[in-house]
């Protein structure tokens, strides 16, 4: 039984920062590219960043050079550094293997708001 866990989320500023984490037990995680994903009620849930096994990242282009995904598989966690943050920003946030999801987390909630 694999137990996907975010944290990190909160009310911030427009240009604020946050840094969220996922911890993953239960599963061998160093196999698996890794991803966050966001969701608005009422839209589909989109993955926003990945990290492979090795290290190498891909971004969505609305977060790309404000995101950072970053791992570590002894820990069997992954991070999402979120800089200058916008209000579109704010969504529910998870993290998951890019593929063969395993079951949803709860997420952890962002909000960018004056």
């Known amino acids: 039984q694999v137990h996907l866990a975010e944290s990190g989320g909160a009310l911030v500023q427009p240009g604020g920062s946050l840094r969220l984490t996922c911890k993953v037990s239960?599963?061998?995680?160093?196999?698996?590219?890794m991803g966050w994903y966001r969701q608005v009620p009422g839209t589909q849930r989109e993955q926003v960043a990945r990290?492979?096994?090795?290290?190498?990242?891909v971004y969505a282009d609305s977060v790309k050079g404000r995101f950072t995904i970053s791992r570590d598989n002894a820990q069997t966690t992954v991070w999402l550094q979120m800089d200058s943050l916008k209000p579109e920003d704010t969504a529910t946030y998870y993290c998951?293997?890019?593929?063969?999801?395993?079951?949803w987390g709860q997420g952890t909630q962002v909000i960018v708001s004056s």
């Open positions: 239960g599963s061998v995680f160093q196999g698996y590219t």
């Open positions: 998951n293997r890019v593929v063969a999801h395993w079951d």
């Open positions: 990290v492979t096994t090795s290290g190498t990242t």
